[in-house]
Antibody, heavy 118, light 113 residues
Framework: EVQLLESGGGFVQPGESLRLSCAAS????????MSWVRQAPGKGLEWVSG????????YYADSVKGRFTISRDNSKNTLFLQMNNLRAEDTAVFYC???????????WGQGTLVTVSS | DIVMTQSPDSLAVSLGERATINCKSS????????????LGWYQQKPGQPPKLLIY???TRESGVPDRFSGSGSGTDFTLTISSLQAEDVAVYYC?????????FGQGTKLEIK
């Protein structure tokens, strides 16, 4: 059974940083693309970032480009999202999601809440 | 960037009746080399993460009831629930994975009439 467990969320002030982690199990982690998707309170889904199975290719939404960095440690089956210079509009539940045969998202974690406020 | 637009924003359907949700992409998401539409549908119930229902526009994910079906090609797509059940109350999203950013539609809230 695929399991994705996010951690690292919390309450920070604008301009601060957070690092999210997603521990994966139940599948061969290095074989699959992975993504981060966020959802602001009461709002829809926003794709944030994606990374290929090898980690060699990374992709970002314009809203986070230059501030967020996606990475993975295939030896530890873990996905990361380093978030710098956080803004109030980054407040959201962040989901880690596994790609299928392509970039569609066939398994999701329960999410971790990031709150950015002064 | 490809913009995804769903219609309607909300929908109320009687139990046992058909529900239809539309999704339009600003550019074609049909990849000519493999004739696949890079379009997925997700269901999100309150307090839960999204769940994949359909990928390649019309392929049902394993374990998804066959009352859910997807259709369309190019820029226009439809999610159909053939006979609405109470447990289908949720918000439904389409997403293109043809090119980054892999944008979602704004969501369609489905309720019981």
């Amino acid at each position: 059974e695929v399991q994705l467990l996010e951690s690292g969320g919390g309450f920070v002030q604008p301009g601060e940083s957070l690092r999210l982690s997603c521990a994966a199990s139940g599948f061969t982690f290095s074989n699959y693309d992975m993504s981060w998707v966020r959802q602001a309170p009461g709002k829809g889904l926003e794709w944030v970032s994606g990374i290929s199975g090898s980690g060699g290719n990374t992709y970002y939404a314009d809203s986070v480009k230059g501030r967020f960095t996606i990475s993975r440690d295939n030896s530890k089956n873990t996905l990361f999202l380093q978030m710098n210079n956080l803004r109030a509009e980054d407040t959201a539940v962040f989901y880690c999601a596994k790609g299928g045969y392509s970039w569609y998202l066939d398994s999701w974690g329960q999410g971790t809440l990031v709150t950015v406020s002064s | 960037d490809i913009v995804m637009t769903q219609s309607p924003d909300s929908l109320a359907v009687s139990l046992g009746e058909r529900a239809t949700i539309n999704c339009k992409s600003s550019q074609s998401v049909l990849y000519s080399s493999n004739n696949k539409n890079y379009l997925g549908w997700y269901q999100q119930k309150p307090g839960q993460p999204p769940k994949l229902l359909i990928y390649w526009a019309s392929t049902r994910e394993s374990g998804v009831p066959d009352r859910f079906s997807g259709s369309g090609s190019g820029t226009d797509f439809t999610l159909t629930i053939s006979s609405l059940q109470a447990e289908d109350v949720a918000v439904y999203y389409c997403q293109q994975f043809y090119s980054t950013p892999h944008n979602f539609g704004q969501g369609t809230k489905l309720e019981i009439k």
